[in-house]
């Protein structure tokens, strides 16, 4: 049955008139970018701040996309350095590790909530993402009281696309773009060095089937214990394979720039949530 997109406005923005004022933990990514839309609907405009954690985890395209995001919402974003690597936890990377960077990154952004006066910190937590079985970063939140919105209003990722696309939000249908962490494998301790390399890839991989007539939607070079793998949705993946000099290509440019061995080509799975 169609959701009403009235009705689902109606049931996010009772949750945040609740709120006396809001720091929205942003990304720039469709649910955080709903979720700050609701607030500068519901409350006063200066009761209601972004804040992202600018860390070497976070691409720099979608730190610029953050800022256009904020910027065409009428909101400044306040951007935090932080740096998970000095967490232990985090650069073990042994499979907890979305708890520890979420705990450092809301830990951040409640302390800019503080100091602005306001007592909420939101995030664009959903209520799919509470049905997934293993969501660490779930904990963090509880633990320092953020609050979220999404999921409190029962709206799942299908229900944020539609209110985001009535309410013309540029970033309705943008895929899912997590954390440059989460393309390192587990067991695989995350480094600058491994982070850096990783978005490197991605945009010589890009521009590389962007130059041969591909414009792939979900793109990912996962860094494995030896070796990378390539995931491309099924579209871009079935035309890919189609040609296989540009496969052979694809994975030599690769394999020079990643050297920790031999790549992989396969189809980018979607998680039932907003995850990696």
Known sequence: MAQDPGELSERLLARMRMLDGVVVAFSGGVDSALVLAAALRALPADRV??????SPSLARTELALAREVAGELGVELIEIGTDELDVPGYRSNAGDRCYFCKHTVLTAVSAVA????????????????HRAAHRPGLRAAQELKVIEPLAEAGLGKQEIRLLARSWSLRVADKPA?????SRIAVGVPVSLTR??????????????????????????????GQGFRVELDQAAHDAL???????????VRLQELIRT??????????PATSGP
Request: charged content about 20%.
């Open 49 to 54: 701040r972004a804040a992202i954690a600018d």
């Open 114 to 129: 503080a100091r602005q006066g306001i007592h909420h910190v939101a995030t664009g937590t959903h209520a799919d993402d």
């Open 177 to 181: 773009m997590p954390c440059l962490a």
């Open 195 to 224: 982070l850096n390399l990783v978005e490197r890839a991605e945009a010589a991989l890009r521009e590389q089937l962007t130059g041969a007539g591909l414009t792939p939607r979900d793109l990912r070079v996962r860094l494995l």
């Open 241 to 251: 394979m189609t040609r296989p000099a540009l496969v052979d290509q694809v994975l």
């Open 261 to 270: 061995g031999p790549g992989q080509l396969s189809t980018y799975r979607a």
